[in-house]
């Protein structure tokens, strides 16, 4: 049962525009949620989090999104910039659950000049 | 500062062999955590250590063990490799009050 969901395996946006990447959760008792970003034969980066007493956290170009009613938060990046095409990876920790993270599946964002 | 290491950054091993796998973590990060990542299955939690305990188990079989060291260091062994343990095995350290977990570039382990 994949409680972290990635439904859009790949996302194509025009260098400039904003890239939204959306993920959705199961489980109510996950308390903070992450946005990593990972290029071919390297480790996950991390890119921004937010806890679920908020519903927005902004750093620079990358924006977060929580929804806890609709259990959705989305990553806007705003303006796209070639460099950013890359897997983005969605994570969730629980409750009382120190630094266990589950992840979504991806989503390949490419953007075009 | 220097990120999280790994070694090695490859790996070829003949099925029922075993394997040992090395992380350092970022200078003050206590904690170190194992994620397996299969292009089937995605990223999945292995088990996390702080102060040489392990803290947090997932759902993966015996054969997957680890420990850490005084100095934060932590190793992964896998013993009885199957062909199913192919995968890019990843080591993430973090801040004693913190969640945000920093990857190294992994190992890449292939079981033929």
């Known amino acids: 049962d994949q409680q972290v969901k990635q439904n859009s395996p790949s996302l194509s946006v025009q260098e400039g525009r904003i890239s939204i990447l959306n993920c959705d959760y199961t489980?109510?008792?996950?308390?903070?949620f992450l946005w990593y970003k990972k290029y071919p034969a390297e480790g996950p980066t991390f890119l921004i989090s937010?806890?679920?007493?908020?519903d927005k956290n902004e750093d620079g170009r990358f924006t977060v999104f929580l929804n806890k009613s609709a259990k959705h938060l989305s990553l806007h990046i705003v303006p796209s910039q070639p460099g950013d095409s890359a897997v983005y990876f969605c994570?969730?920790?629980?409750?009382?659950?120190?630094?266990?993270?589950?992840f979504g599946s991806g989503t390949q964002l490419t953007v075009l000049p | 500062k220097a990120g999280v290491t790994q070694t090695p950054r490859y790996l070829i091993k003949t099925r029922g062999q075993q394997v040992t796998l090395s992380c350092s973590p970022i200078?003050?990060?206590?904690?170190v955590s194992w994620y397996q990542q299969t292009p089937g299955q995605g990223l999945q939690f292995l088990f996390e250590?702080?102060?040489?305990?392990?803290?947090n188990k997932g759902n993966f079989p015996g054969r997957f063990s680890g420990r850490q060291f005084s100095n934060s260091r932590s190793e992964m062994n896998v013993s009885t490799l199957e062909l199913g343990d192919s995968a890019l095995y990843l080591c993430?350290?973090?801040?004693?009050?913190?969640?945000?977990?920093?990857f190294g570039q992994g190992t890449r382990l292939t079981v033929v």
């Open positions: 993430a350290s973090s801040f004693t009050q913190g969640t945000e977990a920093f």
């Open positions: 489980n109510s008792m996950f308390d903070y």
């Open positions: 937010i806890s679920s007493i908020k």
């Open positions: 994570a969730a920790k629980l409750s009382g659950s120190a630094r266990q993270l589950t």
């Open positions: 200078s003050g990060h206590r904690s």
């Open positions: 250590y702080f102060s040489e305990t392990q803290r």
